[in-house]
T-cell receptor, first 115, second 111 residues
Framework: DSGVTQTPKHLITATGQRVTLRCSPR?????VYWYQQSLDQGLQFLIQ???????AKGNILERFSAQQFPDLHSELNLSSLELGDSALYFC??????????????FGPGTRLLVL | GENVEQHPSTLSVQEGDSAVIKCTYS??????FPWYKQELGKRPQLIID?????GEKKDQRIAVTLNKTAKHFSLHITETQPEDSAVYFC??????????FGAGTTVTVRA
């Protein structure tokens, strides 16, 4: 157990809908990262938040957004869902801003199925 | 951005033999190279990482080597065991955030 928690574990929804995925980092970690893992795209970095502020952006679609709250938990919002958004969504956390001595620890993931 | 290629995509080894997975990267500024192991339906777990100021790092049966000139790094697993069966991902980044992952190698250890 990495100490990173994610809810829900599974999510089934329909195209066009909006969902929110939640992540709580390890105690003391200030950074949260979101990743999407799909069969065709592999594991892709979406976005990083550090202490409430967006820090780095990867291949995140405009239909997706994220935020990190004062208690450091983070939410990933996916809207206007398409079939291709079906994937495993992982969050990870690290202690600081992402410095050279840091390690990312992954949560158990949320499996999203868009029908 | 960074582009990481990983080979082979699948690897089958006899228990007790060694397994080697190789990755190449494109961005010469990358200086952090972690390896993650992911069992079916579970989270990626960091198994070892290396930074560009060292050429090799070992942790029991696992070792990673880095050649910055050639921009490639490799994972070596010795004396493989059935519990080593999993998907292994390499990654590269200038910083531990914004990791770029390889496509993964499915390792099967035959008993």
């Amino acid at each position: 157990d990495s100490g990173v928690t994610q809810t829900p574990k599974h999510l089934i929804t329909a195209t066009g809908q909006r969902v929110t995925l939640r992540c709580s980092p390890r105690s003391g970690d200030l950074s949260v990262y979101w990743y999407q893992q799909s069969l065709d795209q592999g594991l892709q970095f979406l976005i990083q938040y550090y202490n409430g502020e967006e820090r780095a952006k990867g291949n995140i679609l405009e239909r997706f957004s994220a935020q990190q709250f004062p208690d450091l938990h983070s939410e990933l919002n996916l809207s206007s869902l398409e079939l291709g958004d079906s994937a495993l969504y992982f969050c990870a956390s690290s202690v600081g801003v992402g410095g050279p001595e840091e390690t990312q620890y992954f949560g158990p993931g949320t499996r999203l199925l868009v029908l | 951005g960074e582009n990481v290629e990983q080979h082979p995509s699948t690897l089958s080894v006899q228990e007790g033999d060694s397994a080697v997975i190789k990755c190449t990267y494109s961005d010469s500024a990358s200086n952090y190279f972690p390896w993650y192991k992911q069992e079916l339906g579970k989270r990626p777990q960091l198994i070892i990482d290396i930074r560009s100021n060292v050429g090799e790092k070992k942790d029991q049966r696992i070792a990673v080597t880095l050649n910055k000139t050639a921009k490639h790094f490799s994972l070596h697993i010795t004396e493989t065991q059935p519990e080593d069966s999993a998907v292994y991902f390499c990654a590269a980044a200038e910083r531990p955030y914004k990791l770029s992952f390889g496509a993964g190698t499915t390792v099967t250890v035959r008993a």
